[in-house]
């Protein structure tokens, strides 16, 4: 079974730095899909960022990106300049693309809050 | 665009009571789902429905029942609530399995069982 563990339960940074935000993942399936999404008070979630796993280069969506370390089931995301608005739960998940149905598996989640 | 829509946003509920949760989006997505989150414990699937006419057991289906009464409405319904069940409950829809694996989420709903 695949899982997903995100152990920092809790992280902060100051406005205008640069924050990491840590995944690990366990599967055995070479065909996957790993997210980053972002829960902001408001409860509704929204996709960050996505990296397909047969893809080498890591993925960036303006100031997010990842360091995908596939031999390590490492998926990191890194906020750089980071904004008041960042505050937010953020939770990485994982999707079997071998599999038809869109499952998600998610971790445990990360809150992280930016501080003026 | 409404997108994924739920209703109601909260209730309580008295231990042995019944209720439905509501979900419909507006996208023609093909698969939709419900998760509950519950501090610590992220996301967990509870059911799912890939298709019209299809559905699937998630990680944690035990007290829960759900209809893919159409392509746009996914009820998950609760038929006799325990306090275990309190949690905050999300649909979500994607237009298919995996053509982007991108999921999107309905505002969630929170359920307190007493």
Redesign the interface.
């Known amino acids: 079974a695949q899982t997903v563990t995100q152990s920092q339960p809790e992280m902060s940074v100051q406005e205008a730095e640069t924050v990491t935000l840590s995944c690990t993942y366990d599967t055995s399936e070479s065909n996957y899909y790993l997210f980053w999404y972002k829960q902001p008070p408001s409860r509704q979630m929204i996709l960050v960022i996505r990296q397909e796993a047969y893809k080498q280069q890591n993925a960036t969506e303006n100031r997010f990106s990842v360091n995908f370390q596939k031999a390590a089931k490492s998926f990191s995301l890194k906020i750089s300049d980071s904004q008041l608005g960042d505050t937010a739960m953020y939770f990485c998940a994982f999707m079997d693309g071998s599999s038809n149905t869109g499952k998600l598996i998610f971790g445990q989640g990360t809150t992280l809050q930016v501080k003026p | 665009n409404a997108g994924v829509t739920q209703t109601p946003k909260f209730q309580v509920l008295k231990t042995g009571q019944s209720m439905t949760l509501q979900c419909a989006q507006d996208m023609n997505h093909n ?1 939709m ?1 419900w ?1 509950r989150q519950d501090p ?6 509870i059911y ?1 429905s ?1 298709s019209e006419g299809t559905t ?1 057991k ?1 990680e944690v289906p035990n007290g829960y029942n759900v209809s893919r009464l159409n392509k746009r409405e996914f009820s998950l319904r609760l038929e006799s609530a325990a306090p275990s069940q309190t949690s ?1 409950y ?1 649909c ?1 829809s ?1 237009f ?3 053509s ?4 999107f ?4 709903s929170r359920l307190t069982v007493l």
């Open positions: 698969s789902y998760y610590g414990m992220g996301l967990r699937l799912y890939a699937d998630g905050v999300f979500a994607s298919s399995g995996t982007t694996g991108e999921l989420f309905g505002e969630g």
